[in-house]
């Protein structure tokens, strides 16, 4: 019997025993189900920091990038 092999009376899909065959390995996904926690004062700080220093851009390719933002002379 192969790793993937169907048992008797087993009518998971292959794509379900694929995904259930490694949970032990990766586990379930983690989904709060609580209110969102807000984010802290340093973490806005540096947000904003980032978003000022840097910015996103898409190539001729359709590729997304982040750079760092042209200083103005």
Same mark, same amino acid.
Do not use: K
């Given at each position: 019997?192969?790793?993937?092999?169907?048992?008797?009376?087993? &009518?998971?899909?292959?794509?379900?025993? =694929?995904?259930? /065959? #490694?949970?032990?390995?990766? !586990? +379930?996904?983690?989904?709060?189900?609580?209110?969102?926690?807000?984010?802290?004062?340093? &973490?806005?700080?540096?947000?904003?920091? =980032?978003?000022? /220093? #840097?910015?996103?851009?898409? !190539? +001729?390719?359709?590729?997304?990038?982040?750079?760092?933002?042209?200083?103005?002379?």
């Amino acid at each position: 019997m192969g790793l993937f092999s169907r048992r008797p009376g087993d &009518d998971r899909t292959w794509g379900m025993r =694929l995904t259930e /065959t #490694f949970l032990p390995i990766f !586990g +379930p996904a983690s989904i709060r189900r609580g209110p969102a926690v807000p984010p802290r004062p340093e &973490d806005q700080a540096r947000e904003a920091e =980032l978003r000022q /220093t #840097f910015e996103r851009v898409t !190539g +001729p390719d359709g590729h997304s990038y982040v750079v760092e933002r042209r200083r103005a002379e």
